[in-house]
């Protein structure tokens, strides 16, 4: 009964970090979203669980089947995202050494991404 009850508080626990880790559902549309990284700073595909609606650019969570898992801030208004150079690749992998590429510059440019298209 103690080792069921456990198991059941582990399972609470990460699943409660995981909900934490994304975006708040009420940012629409989302300032930050999530990459994966591959060991050499290269971007690999994410998945990400998304709503039905072309209008809501929320994503509800996303995963890496490879690679490391990054927050990354959306480019707001007016910013495009940086040239994918290997340059820019290794100031990233070193950047994202926290899980985070928030806050982060290269060349006096946020690090950031496109925001999800939803045409």
Do not use: W
Not at 46 to 74: F, H, Q, Y
């Amino acid at each position: 009964m103690i080792r069921t009850a456990l198991i059941a508080a582990v399972a609470f626990v990460a699943s409660a970090g995981l909900a934490a880790a994304q975006a708040p559902l009420s940012q629409n549309p989302p300032t930050q979203t999530v990459i994966c990284l591959d060991v050499s700073g290269q971007t690999l595909p994410v998945v990400c669980k998304v709503p039905g609606s072309r209008l809501d650019k929320r994503e509800d969570i996303c995963i890496c089947k490879r690679g490391t898992r990054v927050d990354v801030p959306i480019c707001p208004d007016g910013v495009k995202p940086q040239a994918e150079t290997r340059k820019y690749e290794k100031a990233r992998k070193l950047a994202a050494k926290d899980g985070s590429l928030i806050g982060d510059l290269y060349e006096g440019q946020p690090m950031c991404v496109a925001g999800r298209n939803t045409y």
